[in-house]
């Protein structure tokens, strides 16, 4: 039997401003959307998860299907920053049968109405990749597995997403995913 783990640990999201409620996890879930397929799925809060006091979330699957949280938000423009540390692992425990996965951080660019005109999507897989960089999705490959850190300028980001007009943007959601394609 196959078995895939794919797990998201993810302390502060931060955006210029503050626009992410709870980026930092401190009120458990609130503010977030949690959504999950199946049942061998955790999502959780706790401190344990790095050497530090603050609270981060853990987003793990056990199986196939898709296991995610969410945050939806409102900005006054582009020019924003968004932070983030976080340890993001895509992985199949059983090696003799591999199947795909991936974690990721995806940020979405929405209109007013939440239509989705674009995404980057920061990521580790196992196995293979079934997305496809488009004019309107840009992948970006993490490799690393330990905690990482890091900030994407959204004006910068989207001169990778040219069939995204940055003039439409009025709302950015924010999301933990994790995703396995086969037991």
């Given amino acids: 039997m196959r078995v895939i783990i794919i797990s998201i640990f993810v302390l502060n999201f931060l955006f210029a401003g503050n626009f992410i409620f709870n980026g930092n996890f401190e009120d458990s879930l609130n503010y977030w959307n949690c959504y999950a397929q199946g049942e061998t799925y955790t999502i959780n809060t706790d401190k344990i998860y790095e050497e530090d006091p603050d609270s ?22 582009i020019e924003l920053d968004f932070s ?74 989207l001169q990778n997403l040219p069939g995204v007009n940055p003039t439409e943007i009025h709302k950015l959601r924010i999301t933990l995913w994790g995703q396995s394609y086969g037991c």
């Fill in 84 to 157: 983030f540390r976080a340890k993001v692992v895509a992985r199949c425990s059983d090696t003799s049968h591999s199947a795909p996965a991936v974690a990721s951080i995806i940020i979405t660019y929405l209109d007013i109405d939440e239509n989705i005109l674009g995404e980057t999507r920061l990521l580790n897989y196992c196995d293979t990749l079934y997305w496809m960089p488009s004019p309107t999705l840009h992948l970006i490959e993490l490799g690393d597995t330990n905690w990482i850190a890091g900030t994407i300028n959204i004006a910068d980001e």
């Fill in 56 to 77: 981060e979330v853990y987003v793990g699957r056990l199986d196939r299907f898709i296991t995610a949280i969410s945050q939806t938000c409102y900005i006054p423009d």
